[in-house]
């Protein structure tokens, strides 16, 4: 069963805090606040852990993994912890050749580009990553009442790495194999659903309290094209974890034309970055679910009033939602001071007290 390590007691007070219950869209003593990349190079203590210890490396130590999970949730009192791992960690995991480059990003050294390609793609089991289930009976432990989110990446996020071998900005061969051999591509995104589907499995069944995934990369797409080519392999990974009860939170950048969408592939709660209002967010994505955001991260670096006033905006637009979770539009950048994260927290708790 879920949350294996956690004395009932415990699994119920999570059950009820005020991050599930956001999701859920019930009522919340205040809005429950979390920072996508919370953990990572704006700690100081984080930097500290992994000097000397690549980033991959890293992800497959539960002791450092429980550590640099928990430093955020100590620091700053977020709502949630996030467990500390990599999109591409369960591709690493069933052999490919692949690496985290420092300043880059996801480097792959034999891209996918043709059908015998797909050959380096396999399922992924639970003991390809049973440092994950190790790691997270550690951490479930160590949590008590805070709630862990486990994440995944989306298939196309996942294959714009795969097709591309690196970080890009136009996409172009991935999207070339998904407009000229669109077969080859639905192929594709049905593999990464699979081992996607297979690593949130396991993540919620070693304690995992509530799943993200990211199609960070979305936002590159028209929608008739996500439509069509992205979204049945996205609800395909919805629809496996479906039966374990958590909520499924969906998030991507420069998603405004998509939210809609990203609802519909079934997720309980859809992340907006800072492009788009909450409020009209809320008219894009329609009822029956909460919304996560969506303050603009670079707002962080212009002092507080400009942070307090910017954050009042955020919980303005979000005043009439059936359920809200507060976040930044996209990651924590590096250079943040984490006093202001700290201070943020703070501030949207004591600004929605009931
Ligand atoms: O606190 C958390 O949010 C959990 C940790 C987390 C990491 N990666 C750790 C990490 C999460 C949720 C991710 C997801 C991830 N990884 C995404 C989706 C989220 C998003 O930002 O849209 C993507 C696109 C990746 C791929 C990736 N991995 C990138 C683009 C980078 C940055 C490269 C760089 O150095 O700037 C990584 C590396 C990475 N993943 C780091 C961390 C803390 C930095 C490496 C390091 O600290 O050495």
Partial sequence: ?????????TRDT?????????????????????????AGRSLPEYLKVREGIGMLESCMRPELVTEITLQPVRRHRVDAAIYFSDIVVPLKAIGIDLDIKPGVGPVVEKPIRSRADLAQLRDLTPEDVSYVTEAIGLLTAELGETPLIGFAGAPFTLASYLVEGGPSRTYENAKAMMYGDPELWADLLDRLAGITSA??????????????????????????????????ASAKVFRAVESYGVPRIHFGVGTGELLGLMGEAGADVVGVDWRVPLDEAARRVGPGKALQGNLDPTV???????????????????????GHVFNLGHGVMP???PDSLTRLVEYVHTRTAR
């Fill in 300 to 322: 962080l670096f212009a002092g507080t009033e400009a942070v307090e006033a910017k954050t009042r905006e955020v919980l303005d637009a979000a005043a009439g939602l059936e």
């Fill in 199 to 232: 690593f949130l499995k396991v993540q919620i069944e070693a304690g995992a309290s509530a799943v993200q995934l990211f199609d960070s990369w979305a936002g590159a797409l028209a929608p008739a094209d996500y439509r069509r080519s992205v979204l049945p």
């Fill in 1 to 9: 069963s879920p949350s294996g390590h956690q004395p009932t007691a």
């Fill in 335 to 337: 250079s943040t001071d």
């Fill in 14 to 38: 999570v059950k009820n805090s005020a991050f599930l219950k956001a999701c859920r869209r019930e009522p919340v003593p205040h809005t429950p606040v979390w920072f996508m990349r919370q």
